[in-house]
């Protein structure tokens, strides 16, 4: 019976540590955002065609376009220890994106609500 307690202890806390370091994807508000954006330097991704983001992003983001040729070697550059913050038209590339960071190993990636259309409904700037 000790043996078999031993063993669902061990069983219960490998499983909590496994849920605690298990990166998630986080929606979050532009106005999460609008607060993130003036408190740090972030790693802000725009995965949207270069077209689009040449028409109009958000300041300091970078361009890597989902399903690009390039897509990996441009993840590979960021830093998988901090947060990204991605963002596209209205929230489905960017959620794509999302999953396919978390499943590259990055431990905290937040998603834009909406997109930038979002962002600009509710009268934020863009660079163009």
């Known amino acids: 019976m000790r043996f078999f307690l031993s063993i669902c202890f ?72 901090k947060p990204v913050y991605v963002y596209c038209q209205k929230g489905g590339r960017s959620a794509k994106c999302a999953s396919l960071l978390k499943e590259a190993g990055f431990e905290k990636i937040y998603d834009l609500e909406g997109g930038i259309s979002q962002w600009m409904a509710q009268g934020n700037e863009v660079e163009e």
């Open 10 to 81: 061990l069983v219960v806390i490998v499983a909590c540590k496994e849920k605690a370091t298990t990166p998630r994807v986080e929606i979050i508000s532009v106005q999460e955002m609008k607060d993130v954006l003036k408190a740090e330097t972030v790693q802000l991704i725009d995965v949207r065609t270069r077209n689009e983001y040449a028409s109009n992003h958000i300041k300091n983001a970078k361009n890597i376009v989902y399903q690009g040729d390039d897509w990996e070697t441009q993840i590979a550059s960021l830093d998988k220890e």
